[in-house]
């Protein structure tokens, strides 16, 4: 890598960890990522750390040293199943968990996810349909993803299905809530508040 | 005792027993279930994995419609109570949180003051109603049903305070109750894997196997759940665990309202004990008097 290239990932590397800090910071308690020591008790207290490129522990760990985007594009935050038990026995307090998240956020907005990966699309599809009917129809759900990424999943799928249908468990029509358009113009409102850089709770902008 | 309910997406779908089964035995207890009007999602993982702020938004509609009614929100789904308590916390915490989410419920008309609490029904049902009252109801006990007692994650993570974070209880607590004997089940709170199977499903397969391994270990004849997305997965995927480990379960899963129920002299249909996929006939057959 010549001087300028390398100059460059550094700061680009530079930009996305402060991106990731600011956010993280802004999450209550976000701050107590100052104080993880290194001791892995979120590693082994995760359920799929064994099956992660960088473990809990290694992902605060490539982020002091820069590496975040390599974190991002391995397989690590999307395997977080949300089990919650880094965040509870974490000794310095950190929400491992909510900075999980905040990794996939990242990740999606920042076009860096693993190649392949069937969980963003699962989740962006997920929101699709929360904003469009209010809920989550579970079924339509699992076919639209698994048409996108997996077609054939889908015959996996039918044993499953049918057993379900037989059972008398597959509901096919969503249900589209009434106060939908409330919550689109709630989001709307935010949404205007948040691009036009209005810092929202400064006063600026508000009703008086 | 009065609450609003919040069934929950995954009660709509593929686990309408539970939502059944959970309104019948909280009548029967004197517990009054309004089912919250025209609630929408929780902003639950996977949307909170893209946004952040209408997640919390979505769960503060849901707070905002509840504390119109004055009365608290009880929930059967731990992920559900996870999510809208960590809205209902984080706005508490942070006041910029507040009036981002303030402003935004504003352009509907709505408001939400931070008056709610968010319970799960099993808490309830436990700490409220209690021993007494549960016990004076049970009609037609389980007598030594084995069952491994399932909470899942998000029962008492991260948030729970009225129970073990690690090693909760409660449900043993109530089994109890029910004539049916807990067995030791040291994988009780650990992840089903569920959120996996779609994404990855060796991971998620090898989680589940491991809680069955462990109910089997134990001696168990079910598994009683508190989580829809546990109970899905505990018995769509069992024949996929059989298949990759070369075993051989069928172990039935019911709901903890659904034991209730059996306990409380319900008829299987009304509690929807015909839907699971893996029947539990031959076992209720054993220990509970004809149905």
Redesign the interface.
């Known amino acids: 890598m010549n001087a300028l290239s390398e100059e460059r990932s550094e700061r680009r590397a530079h930009a996305l960890g402060n991106v990731f800090l600011h956010a993280v910071y802004s999450i209550p308690g976000g701050e107590k990522i100052k104080e993880c020591i290194q001791c892995g008790t979120c590693s082994a207290s995760c359920p799929t750390s064994y099956a992660m490129d960088y473990t809990p522990r290694e992902i605060i760990a490539a982020f002091r040293a820069g590496l975040l985007e390599r974190v991002l594009r391995s397989n690590t935050v999307w395997l977080c199943a949300s089990c919650y038990y880094c965040t509870v026995r974490c000794p310095s307090g950190i929400k491992l968990t909510d900075i999980m998240y905040e990794l996939k956020r990242l990740g999606v907005e920042f076009g860096l996810v693993q190649e392949g990966a069937i969980a963003p699309v699962l989740s962006k599809t997920f929101v699709d349909m929360v904003d469009r009917y209010g809920r989550v129809p579970e079924i339509p759900l699992m076919m639209t993803v698994l048409l996108k990424k997996n077609p054939l999943g889908i015959l996996k799928m039918i044993p499953h299905g049918l057993r379900l249908f037989l059972h008398g468990r597959m509901p096919f029509l969503p249900h589209r809530i009434s106060g939908i358009s409330e919550l689109e113009k709630c989001s709307g409102a935010m949404t205007d508040a948040l691009v036009s850089g209005l810092h929202p709770g400064s006063g600026i902008g508000e009703e008086a | 005792m009065e609450f609003s309910y919040y069934p929950g ?2 009660l ?6 539970y939502d059944k089964s959970a309104r019948l035995v909280s009548k029967e207890l004197g517990i009054e279930l309004t089912e919250l009007n ?4 929780c ?12 997640a919390h ?2 769960s503060a ?1 849901n707070l905002a419609l509840a504390e119109k009614e004055k009365k608290d929100l009880a929930v059967v789904c731990p992920a559900c109570l ?1 999510t809208l308590t960590k809205s209902n ?2 706005m508490g ?9 303030a ?6 008309n ?1 408001q939400y003051l931070g008056t709610v609490k968010v319970r799960h029904l099993l808490e309830v049902i436990v700490r409220d109603i209690g021993e007494q009252e549960v016990k004076a109801k049970v009609s037609r006990p389980l007598s030594d049903l084995k069952v491994a007692p399932y909470y899942g ?2 029962f008492t ?2 948030f729970g305070d009225f129970d073990d ?2 090693f909760p209880v409660m449900l043993d607590t109530l089994l109890k109750w029910l004539g049916a004997e807990p067995v030791n089940f040291p994988l009780r709170a ?2 089903c ?4 199977m ?3 499903e060796p ?1 998620g397969l090898g ?1 589940v196997k491991s809680l069955l391994d462990c109910a089997a270990q134990n001696g168990a004849e079910c598994v009683a759940t508190i989580c829809p997305l546990c109970h899905i997965t505990l018995e ?1 995927y069992q ?1 996929n665990v059989n298949k990759r480990f070369a075993t051989s379960y069928e172990l039935p899963t019911l709901y903890f309202t659904q034991l209730m129920g059996l306990a409380f002299g319900f008829n299987r249909k009304e509690l929807g004990i ?4 893996i029947s539990s006939k031959h076992i209720l057959a054993k220990h509970v008097e004809a149905v």
Do not use: F
């Open positions: 997406c995954s709509e779908g593929m686990n309408k027993a025209d609630w929408n999602c902003g639950a993982s996977a949307y909170m994995s893209i946004q952040e702020l209408r938004l979505l509609r996870t916390r984080y915490e942070d006041p910029k949180l507040r009036r981002t989410i402003s935004a419920l504003k352009a509907a709505l994650c998000q993570r991260p974070k690690e650990k992840c894997g569920g959120m996996l779609t994404t990855n991971v989680l769509a024949g015909n839907e699971e996929l």
